[in-house]
Each structure stands twice: as C-alpha cells, then as structure tokens.
C-alpha cells in the first residue's frame, strides 16, 4: 500500500515562467513608487523645515539591508510565498501562518483602499483639472463626484477590482501580462509627468494665479507659520513616510515558484529597489525647483484644511501634481494620457497584489492550514481560481465598509495597515533572520535581522506617538492595533484548530509538513 502523501500533490500547479523583464515590472508596479511620491509631497507639510531630498537618500540607504535580505530570501525558497515559507520553517508554523494570514487579509484591506484612492486623488482630481482647463461642467461634475460620492466612487472600484481578478482567474499569463503593462504604462506616464511638469513650470503658476491671485502667497504666509521641530529632525521625522515605499520590494517572493531560477529574482528586488530610488529623487527635486518647497507645503495645507484663514478655492482642482499640470497643458491627448496614467500610478500595486493575495492563500491552504479547495489550481489555465473568488468576494465587502464608513473606525485601519505590516509582518521576517542567524552561527544573518528590526521598531515607534502626521487618528490608536492583532490572534487559533482536526480526522499531523521545504 501507498504511504499516505503529506501534500496535496506533487506541485502547486503553478508554471516556472516569470523572466526578469516581467519580474521588475511586476515587483515595481508592487513598491508604487508614484503614489509614495504624492504620499510625501502631500505631507511635507507635517515637517515643513525638513529637506525631502536628504530624506529619500537616508531612507534609501537605510532600507537597503531589508532589500539585502529579502533578496537573499528570494534566491534561497524559490517557491510560492517564499517570505512565509523562511518564517514557518525557521521560526514557528504557527507565528509564520498567523503572520501571513493577517498580511493576506490586510493586502485585500489595502486594494480596497488603493483604489479607492486611485479615484479619489489619481484619478478625479486628473477629472476635475481637465474640466476646469476645457470649460467641460460634466467632466467638472464627474471629478468631483469621484472625489466625494461614496456611491460611484464603489461602483467604479467594484468594476475594475472584478475586471482585474476575473483576468487573472482566465488566464495566469494574461494576469502577469496586464501587471506588467500596466507597471509599464504608470512609469512611462509617471516620467511624461515629471518631465512636462518641469517643462511647464511657468504655465503651471500663471494658471494658479489667474484662478486664485492670491494663492501662492497665502500658501507661503500658511507654510512658514507652520509648526517645525528645525532642519535636522524635521528631515528626519520624514523617513517614516519612506516606510510606505522602499520595504516593498517582496511581490517577487510571493511568487517565487513561478520565477525562472537564476538572475530573474535579483533583478527584480535590486532593479525595483533602484529604480524607485531615481524617480523619488527626481520627482521630488522637480517639485521643489518648479514650485518651492513653501509653496508646496502651503498648497497642501490649506488643501486639508489645517488652517485658519484660508480656504481651498474652486476654482482649481487639488493641488496634485498631475491635476496642476493639466491645467495647464492645453494638449488634449496629453491631458487625457497623464490622467488615465495617474489611476494606474495606485492600480498597478493592485494587478500585483491580486497574484499575490492569490498564492498566498494557496500557500496557506497546501500547507493543510486553511481548507484543501483554497489551493485548487486550474489545470489548463493554471491559474488558483478558487483563491481569487475568495479575494473578490472579501476584498468588495471591505471596499463597501470603507467607502460608505458603515464601521466610521475602519477607515482609519484602511490608513495604518502600513504601520500593521511593518509590526506585523516584515518584523516577524526581520526576527526569524536574527533566530536563523543565531540557530547557524551566521554573524552576518543575524546582525542584518537585528539591525532591521531595530529600524522598524523606530519607525513604528514614530508613527504611534505622532500619528497625526503619519495619517492616522490617535484616540483610535487601540481600536486600530487591536483589529490587525485580533486577526494574528485568529491566526495562531485557526492553526491549532487545524491541527487539532486534522489529527482527528486523518491522522496527520500538519506541524510535520512545517519540517520540510514543500515540491514546486
């Protein structure tokens, strides 16, 4: 008789071939880049005296042993979920499944939010601009519509969420297609940005002043009025920002089974990782030329209301780079192609996460942890169909409560998953390298786990005791904390419930599956 197999089967039913053209594209429409170049822009404001060039070549250079050993991760379990598999194998299947099992359900958290606010501040204000240049009142009316219409703003999200996930549940090689064209398409449409936003600097403030005179200096009276802790901290207190940035070179991990063996992963993470580098320094440095760092500050102060005395006139749309610049721009082409691009700056992190949501619940479920059908993966299409449904089905729920505040406190959560994810789950990494390390007597792993952490548990530190600069509300700091450890608490008890039941039911126990490296 045949011993009884510990695995599902022989292979997840995935295919080896993600090249390393596709794996940067992929893994850099994962870091977004672009949408991390509005975040801090759009909070500088928060530490008005601070130098954002400085910061962005601090953060890179503090980021990079986290890129270092994520890569290493990556080149070592070239399988699905890779970042899990390191954690469960090293540090304990229960924190590992619990681990991933809250960062699977945050990811469908923020794809809910990432493109709600791909359409609240990519895609409306683009809208609203081009309204406003072209005297087009409907296209003026939609703009604003998508910027404060829970109603539309859900169905359009609902639309493009399912279209994205029913290509990916088709046809696997149509998903990582799509992702990486429209990786493609945000970069090439983020440069065009950057490059006429230089170009057309003179026609950006003349627009601004002919729509509102006295703007720009009510923006800088606003700006330096604004509360500073001096140069140096103020540089510094702006890493944080950088923290929704640089850490996320990791898509490539969650589809190490797919990736071709060799150069593909490390191109991916070090390429993504320059990459994101340049065009943060660029754009930034291009803002700053173009309009002044007092005058950005004050725009966006006034934008959300901080301040007293001044109000954000109608006549101009939000003070997004890629809304100012239409503005300006009388090319209609142009117009359209930087506004279309600016939605997919946010929904390319989204085509990604929709793989990666995917293979982690797969993942999940070939280790026996969450039920067997999870891990069903589509012969011919390849493709782990009933995972995505899952997504689909959780990630639209999510997206209701959000964008119609049916939990007023939820959207708060949306806002600090970056924060849940760095305690939650890249130091849950960071402290299974410094275990390893020591396990093996590897100085090397163990000093770049310690020094990692130590630099979340920073950055961490920050945001909680400041977390009005850091988007988030403190008087709902427990509530926000508490939800994601509820969900690493139901991890941990989902798990020995599914140990429990299978020892029961099939006389297995699931901790032995946790003692070898699973087949591809």
């Known amino acids: 008789m045949e011993k ?13 071939e993600i090249g390393p053209w596709t794996a940067l594209l992929m893994n850099t429409a994962f870091i977004a880049f672009q ?22 070549v601090i953060g890179a250079v503090l980021f990079l042993p986290l890129t270092i050993l994520l890569n290493k991760i990556g080149i070592t379990y070239y399988r699905t979920a890779s970042d899990y598999i390191f954690v469960t194998r090293n540090l304990h299947p229960s924190i590992g499944f619990a681990a991933m099992f809250m960062f699977t359900i945050d990811q469908m958290f923020f794809n809910a939010v990432l493109i709600s606010l791909g359409l609240v501040t990519g895609l409306a204000p683009a809208l609203v601009a081009i309204g406003l240049s072209n005297h087009a009142a409907d296209l003026t009316l939609l703009g604003n519509s998508l910027m404060n219409n829970p109603l539309l703003i859900f169905l359009t999200g609902s639309i493009v969420l399912t ?7 088709i046809s696997i090689k149509a998903g990582k297609y799509l992702a990486s064209a429209i990786s493609l398409f945000g970069i090439i449409t983020f440069i065009l940005t950057i490059i006429l936003f230089y170009t057309y600097t003179p026609q950006i403030i003349n627009s601004i002043n002919t729509a509102a005179p006295n703007l720009f200096s009510q923006a800088v009276s606003v700006s330096r009025k604004l509360p500073s802790y001096g140069v140096i901290m103020d540089t510094i207190y702006l890493i944080p920002y950088l923290a929704y940035v640089f850490p996320f070179v990791n898509f490539i991990l969650s589809v190490g089974g797919e990736v071709r063996r060799g150069s593909a992963i490390p191109i991916a993470v070090f390429g993504t990782y320059a990459i994101s580098t340049l065009f943060l320094v660029l754009s930034v440095w291009v803002m700053l030329s173009s309009l002044g760092i007092d005058r950005l500050n004050g725009l966006f102060a006034i934008y959300y209301g901080i301040t007293n005395g001044a109000s954000w006139p109608s006549t101009l749309p939000p003070p997004y780079p890629q809304a100012l610049l239409i503005l300006a721009i009388r090319n209609p082409v142009l117009q359209w192609l ?5 939605f997919t700056w946010y929904i390319n992190v989204v085509s990604v996460l929709i793989i990666q949501i995917a293979r982690y619940i797969l993942a999940l479920s070939f280790d026996r942890v969450l039920p067997s059908i999870l891990a069903y993966v589509n012969p011919r299409t390849h493709t782990p169909v009933t995972a995505h449904i899952t997504d689909l089905v959780i990630t639209l729920a999510i997206m209701y409560l959000y964008n119609f505040s049916v939990m007023p406190l939820l959207s708060a959560t949306m806002d600090v998953s970056t924060l849940i994810t760095i305690l939650m789950y890249f130091m849950i990494i960071t402290i299974t390298a410094i275990v390893l390390g020591i396990r093996t007597r590897s100085v090397s792993t163990t000093l770049l786990g310690a020094y990692v952490t130590m630099l979340f548990s920073w950055i961490a530190y920050e945001e909680i005791i400041n977390p009005a600069a850091y988007l988030f ?5 427990t509530y926000i904390i508490g939800f994601f450890v509820a969900l690493f608490v139901i991890g941990i008890a989902l798990y020995y419930a599914m140990r429990l039941y299978r020892l029961r039911r099939e006389n297995m126990d699931i901790n032995m599956l946790f003692k070898e490296i699973p087949p591809e």
């Open 338 to 342: 930087i506004a279309i691009g600016s």
């Open 163 to 169: 279209i994205l996930i029913l290509i990916n549940a």
């Open 4 to 16: 009884p197999r510990l695995f599902i089967r022989e292979s997840t039913g995935l295919v080896r």
């Open 35 to 56: 949408s991390g170049f509005i975040l801090l822009i759009s909070s500088m404001f928060n530490f008005p005296r601070g130098n954002p060039l400085i910061t962005i």
């Open 473 to 477: 509300v403190q008087s709902i700091n």
